[in-house]
């Protein structure tokens, strides 16, 4: 019923796309993502190559689905990375963070679907332009570095605005909020939070029961001073980069006061002193399930959320 020409393009059986949180998402992570019908993805964040490399690898031996690999635009191995993208013709990379523009050629050459992450309407006219396959349109609900505009203002004004298929982001950790992506313009969705909160994930346990113990307003955003907007879990961290910023601290002193805090969060489990992303939506998770629960569970409860909106007509 929703195998969307999202499907059909991507060789994917459900139009759910997993986010490529760094640090969270491993080969474990999106071999089973994929696994279970959606599209997985390795977070490469801030990886040296070979180290993502060795995680391709991997991912390959744990699902024969396909899988694909998100590139964080901003890390300093960004060109180093896409070369091990192609070397190993994966197939199909996510960008976030900036514009890829300048790699889409080398990638198309191979077949590589190239699908970023937008947060505007005017980069993702001219990514359409360029030859992209399709658009992941993201919301400031979504946890980790964001843009400006919600996720309901933004996915009706990027589905009017490009013909390629819009992936709706920021805010969707269930069935409701897959028909509401739907409904909005999108063809599937990308999930990131609930997918903390998964039997398979590798983060740290104190890193999801804090996503468990979040509630609606338990994010705050960070670096809109630096131009690096980040939705993190408000804690220690966030308090004192805050005490910081009140301070005067420079925007060089801030962006070194996020540096490796992510990864203590995350692999340490330093949830005080650490960089927790997460995405507003964390406050309706309340449980830790396997990533096919999550899948199966969204994908069985569409009929039911559709036939209560017309009950509520
Ligand atoms: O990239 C993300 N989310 C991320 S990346 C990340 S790693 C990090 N670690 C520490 C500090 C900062 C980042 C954690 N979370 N999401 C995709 C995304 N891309 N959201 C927003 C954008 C975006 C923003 C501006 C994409 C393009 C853009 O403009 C580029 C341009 O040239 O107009």
């Known amino acids: 019923m929703f195998k969307s020409k999202l499907c059909s393009i991507l060789n994917i059986k459900y139009p759910i796309i997993q986010g490529g949180m760094a640090w969270v998402a491993t080969a474990e992570l999106a071999a089973a993502v994929s696994n279970a019908g959606g599209l997985g993805l390795i977070g490469a964040g801030h990886m040296p190559p070979d180290v993502l490399r060795t995680e391709i690898q991997k ?31 994966v ?29 505007s309407v005017a980069l993702a006219k001219r990514l359409e332009r360029i030859g992209v396959d399709a658009i992941i349109a993201e919301g400031q609900e979504s946890g980790g570095h964001i843009g400006e505009i919600s996720t309901m203002s933004l996915i009706p004004q ?44 590798i983060a740290h346990d104190n890193y999801k029961t804090a996503v468990l113990k979040a509630k609606d307003r338990s994010t705050v955003v960070t670096g809109i001073a630096t131009g690096h907007p980040v939705r993190v879990i408000t804690n220690k961290f966030t308090r004192d980069y805050e005490a910081m910023e009140k301070n005067g601290a420079s925007p060089e002193e801030l962006e070194g006061m996020g540096a490796g805090k992510l990864r203590i969060a995350v692999r340490e489990g330093d949830v005080d002193n650490g960089s927790v992303m997460i995405g507003q939506i964390a406050g309706m998770i309340k449980n830790i399930k396997s990533v096919d629960d999550i899948i199966q569970d969204i994908m069985r409860d569409i009929p039911t959320v559709l036939n209560g909106i017309n009950e509520n007509l």
């Open 91 to 119: 197939a199909v990379i996510t960008t976030g963070a900036g514009n890829p523009g300048e790699y889409i050629p080398a990638l198309k050459e191979i077949g590589t679907k190239i699908i970023p992450v937008v947060a």
């Open 158 to 201: 990027i589905a009017d605005a490009v013909s390629i298929p819009v992936i709706a982001a920021g805010g969707i950790a269930d069935s409701r909020g897959f028909v509401a992506a739907l409904a909005l313009g999108a063809q599937g969705v990308q999930i990131g939070t609930r997918f903390v909160a998964s039997l398979e994930c």
């Open 59 to 89: 991912a390959k031996t744990l699902t024969n689905k396909v899988f694909g690999v998100n590139i964080m635009l901003m890390s300093p191995f960004v060109k180093e990375v896409m070369q091990v993208v192609i070397d190993e013709k």
